[in-house]
Antibody
């Protein structure tokens, strides 16, 4: 059974860079059938797509976040990562990693709360 | 920027049928939008219900069904149960590798 885990830093200071890594087990991140993505949810609000990456490294980003977001993949470690630069309190959210098939999420990580605060 | 629209809230009686919709701020939803639907209860990760318009994810009861109704995607719950009370989100593929979440519908069963 595929599992995705995204342990995170928990607390990030304003203006710094948020970094998260999603470890994939029970399957290969190099599968040609899937995209790997990040989704976030601010407290009490809805879900927001951040971006996707293919195992080859091709990336697609939410236009509203594109200038601050980088998603990368490391096939040797079977994981993919998210960086969000110049964070503010508005970036406080539960961050989920996910696998996408046919532009839908079929597997979700459990989510990790990242708080931006000094 | 593309906006995906959902009803903010909906109410259904136990045993009743409810249809939630998912539209685009400009244009129509089609099967090429690959509509998908997710259920989320407080404090939990979302659960995938439907993908590719009308395909149920593994383990999802058949009282959940997806379709295209007019120019929108739709999620129909037939025979609503108390534990269907959740937030429901749709996702649409809008091209160029970009997907967009709707704002979510809070469903109350009472």
């Amino acid at each position: 059974q595929l599992q995705l885990q995204e342990p995170g830093p928990g607390l990030v200071k304003p203006s710094e860079t948020l970094s998260l890594t999603c470890s994939v087990s029970g399957g290969s991140i190099s599968s040609s059938s899937y995209y790997w993505g990040w989704i976030r949810q601010p407290p009490g609000k809805g879900l927001e797509w951040i971006g996707n990456i293919y195992y080859s490294g091709s990336t697609y980003y939410n236009p509203s976040l594109k200038s601050r977001v980088t998603i990368s993949v490391d096939t040797s470690k079977n994981h993919f990562s998210l960086k969000v630069s110049s964070v503010t309190a508005a970036d406080t959210a539960v961050y989920y990693c996910a696998r996408l098939d046919l532009w839908a999420v079929d597997y979700w990580g459990q989510g990790t709360l990242v708080t931006v605060s000094s | 920027q593309t906006v995906v629209t959902q009803e903010p809230s909906f109410s259904v009686s136990p045993g009743g049928t409810v249809t939630l919709t998912c539209g685009l701020s400009s244009g129509s939803v089609s099967t090429s939008s690959y509509p998908s639907w997710y259920q989320q209860t407080p404090g939990q990760a979302p659960r995938t219900l439907i993908y590719s318009t009308n395909t149920r994810s593994s383990g999802v009861p058949d009282r959940f069904s997806g379709s295209i109704l007019g120019n929108k995607a739709a999620l129909t719950i037939t025979g609503a149960q108390a534990d269907d009370e959740s937030d429901y989100y749709c996702v649409l593929y809008v091209g160029n590798g970009i997907v967009v979440f709707g704002g979510g519908t809070k469903l109350t069963v009472l």
